[in-house]
């Protein structure tokens, strides 16, 4: 059987689609279209990411531009997105398609009960079959627990759902490179991406090209090939689905990293720092090994047992990130000390974070700063 990166785009079944503020404004008769699209693949199953709740309710409540206050944000945010999912509810029951709406948090997905709360209920969405409409939610959305962008969100439900492909929609006909030619394929994110990605601002989305491509990476990494394409395309869905030639394809990572570790490395934030003696660093970042106490030369930061931390190297480079067994204060109690010199009370954390818990590389690097 072929086996080319587009003949397995052509395969996917479990499919994450993203769809931006500008396509949106710019182009109401997309979520018709989109409907058309996912009622004639019934033997596939959708998840749509979609902004444009914010600019809704900019014209809703009379705003002149996108406010740059908080509080008009999540005003609009919320005026916006009753319109937004009537939009999607109309243009989805002409095409006989059932729509759920789903907002998310950032710490919806940064606790692990909750994420896999989430993970349950779009489960259970998606067997009816409906098409599950996240947004992120942003009426109560702060700066310190947003995703970024939708793109970002699109790839972190991908492991979510299993999903096998991740399409970004946006204005553009995918990454270009210097000559303004489309990049078909993207084997290696650094060397055949990095160099191409121009900054682009939006009066009404808040990605740009960098967004998408670090999305797709991200999404690569869950196991899941990416493609951006131009929403503006007509068909563009159904050419992706085909597996023709359209857009930029990311190709799935060959190795993906697990749900958890994905978790651990994408998704939560890190709380504090652990710096490793060099012996300790080599066998964590080469051998896979635990981070052991007598390993420990310094912690930093104020973080309790279940929080995400760095691991850090003798000079202070990170190797790692992982999940703290114990709290900050404890942790340094016991820092440098073999088990055997535990106190009895402490003694349980000899290991104070677990290889399976353990995400080496940089992975969470963002592109912009590689």
């Not at 995918?174 to 009066?203: C, E, M, N, Q, Y």
Request: hydrophobic share 45%; charged share 20%.
């Amino acid at each position: 059987m072929n086996d080319t990166p587009r003949s397995r785009v052509a395969r996917a079944r479990r499919i994450v689609i993203k769809i931006g503020s500008r396509s949106l404004s710019t182009d109401p008769s997309i979520f018709g279209r989109l409907a058309k699209t996912i009622a004639s693949h019934s033997n596939k199953a959708f998840l749509v990411v979609s902004s444009g709740a914010v600019a809704l309710g900019v014209k809703k409540l009379g705003y002149r531009g996108k406010p740059r206050e908080m509080a008009k944000l999540q005003a609009a945010a919320a005026a916006g997105q009753s319109l937004l999912m009537q939009a999607y509810e109309e243009a989805f029951a002409a095409s006989g398609l059932i729509v759920a709406q789903v907002l998310l948090s950032h710490a919806d997905l940064a606790n692990r009960a909750r994420e896999n709360n989430a993970r349950a209920a779009l489960a259970a969405l998606l067997e009816v079959p409906a098409i599950p409409i996240l947004n992120e939610n942003d009426s109560v959305a702060t700066d310190e627990l947003r995703f970024g962008d939708n793109d970002q969100l699109a790839a972190m439900v991908a492991p979510l759902i299993d999903a096998d492909l991740v399409v970004l929609l946006s204005d553009v006909e995918g990454l270009l490179d210097g000559s303004g030619h489309r990049i078909p394929t993207v084997h290696d994110v650094f060397t055949d991406a990095l160099p191409h990605i121009r900054k682009s601002t939006s009066s009404v989305g808040t990605g740009g090209m960098a967004s998408k491509v670090e999305a797709a990476r991200r999404a690569t990494w869950a196991g899941a090939d990416a493609i951006v394409a131009d929403a503006r395309q007509p068909g563009i869905v159904d050419d992706v689905l085909g597996g023709r030639d359209v857009g930029t394809l990311f190709v799935a990572a060959r190795a993906p990293l697990s749900a958890k570790k994905y978790w651990i490395a994408f998704t939560l934030r890190p709380r504090g720092d652990i710096v490793l003696d060099r012996g300790a660093a080599e066998a964590v970042s080469t051998r896979g090994k635990s981070v052991l106490t007598v390993g420990v030369m310094g912690i930093r930061g104020d973080f309790r047992a279940g929080d995400a931390i760095r691991l850090l190297d003798p000079n202070g480079v990170e190797i790692g990130r992982g999940i703290a067994r114990c709290s900050a204060p404890d942790a340094a109690a016991i820092a440098g000390k073999p088990r055997a010199c535990l106190p009895e009370k402490l003694a349980d954390h000899a290991v104070l974070v677990h290889a399976d818990e353990i995400v080496v590389g940089n992975h969470w690097v963002p592109l912009q700063t590689a």
